[in-house]
């Protein structure tokens, strides 16, 4: 098992950064992918930056430029750097783990935490 904790959400005007962390416990030497994804009302959740552990690291073409997400050696920790936030950033961000266990590829999810993008 592998439990995720975001924090770092809130209330920003346009141009304004913030800073999302992940915190992970548990069997975190297996896992194998991680990313933030978001949801905004009325919208479907989707992938904002994710990294394959070793291999690579993606954004979507909407927050290229703008957002940096990283992870420490030990996989304990997920960032997401947010910069030049603007209104269509505002959604529910959730931290996004996959990991290797008894065989299986099993999917984990922090609780998610709210970013407000508005004057």
């Known amino acids: 098992q592998v439990q995720l904790v975001e924090s770092g959400g809130g209330s920003v005007q346009p141009g304004g950064s913030l800073r999302l962390s992940c915190l992970a416990s548990?069997?975190?030497?297996?896992?194998?992918?991680v990313g933030w994804y978001r949801q905004a009302p009325g919208k479907e959740r989707e992938l904002v930056a994710g990294?394959?552990?070793?291999?690579?690291?993606n954004y979507a073409d909407s927050v290229k430029g703008r957002f940096a997400i990283s992870t420490d050696n030990a996989k304990s920790r997920l960032t997401l750097q947010m910069n030049s936030l603007q209104p269509e950033d505002t959604a529910v961000y959730y931290c996004n783990a996959n990991a290797r266990i008894s065989g299986l590829t099993r999917t984990y999810w922090g609780q998610g935490t709210q970013v407000t993008v508005s004057p």
């Open positions: 990294i394959t552990i070793g291999i690579s690291t």
């Open positions: 548990g069997s975190i030497a297996s896992i194998t992918a």
